[in-house]
Structures are given as structure tokens and as C-alpha cells.
């Protein structure tokens, strides 16, 4: 059974910084695209950042891109996304999630942790 759990989130200084990490299990990635989600209340879902498992190639999205840095460790399988100079706007549940290469739907989902930063 694949699992996505996160952890890591908190309430922090705008400013501040956290580091959030994604356990992986059930199956290997190495054909799979590993990303970041958030949703803000009142909000829709936006997709945050993402890494290919096998290349580590990345990609961000422009809100973040220069603040938050998405990395993999194979040893522990886990997808962590550092987040740094946090701002207010950057309040939401952040979701890890998991897509094979080939298409672009998101399969399997975290349960998602809160990040709340205050001004």
C-alpha cells in the first residue's frame, strides 16, 4: 500500500524558515514525479514545486521560485522542500503527491501539514 505522509509544518515569523518532509513507501519511485501542493483557505489547490525521483530535475512554481528548494534522499525516501524567507501568503496545508512520468495525474496524495506564518 503506498503511503505519503508529511510532517514538518508549524507556525513561524514571517521571515523564518521550515523544512518539510515527505515519507515515501508502498513502492519505489524512480519512474515518478514527486511534487508539492498547498491550499489556502478559501482557496484552490496550487502546485508549489516538483522533482523527478530518478534525474532530481526540478521545477518551481514563479511565487516561490529563489525561497523554497525541493530535494529527494534516496537513503530514506523521503522528498523534503525547504521553505525559507516564508511570508504570510505562503499559509496553507502543504500536500505531497506522486505521479508516474508518463501522465499528469497525480495518483497518490499525503494527508497534508499545516504551515502558518505570521507577520
Known amino acids: 500500500q503506498v503511503q505519503l505522509v508529511e510532517s514538518g509544518g508549524g507556525l513561524v515569523q514571517a521571515g523564518g524558515s521550515l523544512r518539510l518532509s515527505c515519507a515515501a513507501s508502498?513502492?519505489?519511485?524512480?519512474?515518478?514525479?514527486m511534487s508539492w501542493f498547498r491550499q489556502a483557505p478559501g482557496k484552490e489547490r496550487e502546485y508549489v514545486a516538483s522533482i523527478n525521483w530518478s534525474t532530481s530535475s526540478t521545477s518551481y512554481a514563479d511565487s516561490v521560485k529563489g525561497r523554497f528548494t525541493i530535494s529527494r534522499d534516496n537513503a530514506k525516501n523521503t522528498v523534503d522542500l525547504q521553505l525559507n524567507n516564508l511570508k504570510p501568503e505562503d499559509t496553507a496545508v502543504y500536500y505531497c503527491?506522486?505521479?508516474?512520468?508518463?501522465?499528469?495525474?497525480?495518483?497518490?496524495w499525503g494527508q497534508g501539514t499545516q504551515v502558518t506564518v505570521s507577520s
Open positions: 503527491a506522486a505521479r508516474r512520468l508518463a501522465t499528469m495525474n497525480y495518483n497518490y
Open positions: 508502498g513502492r519505489t519511485f524512480s519512474n515518478y514525479r
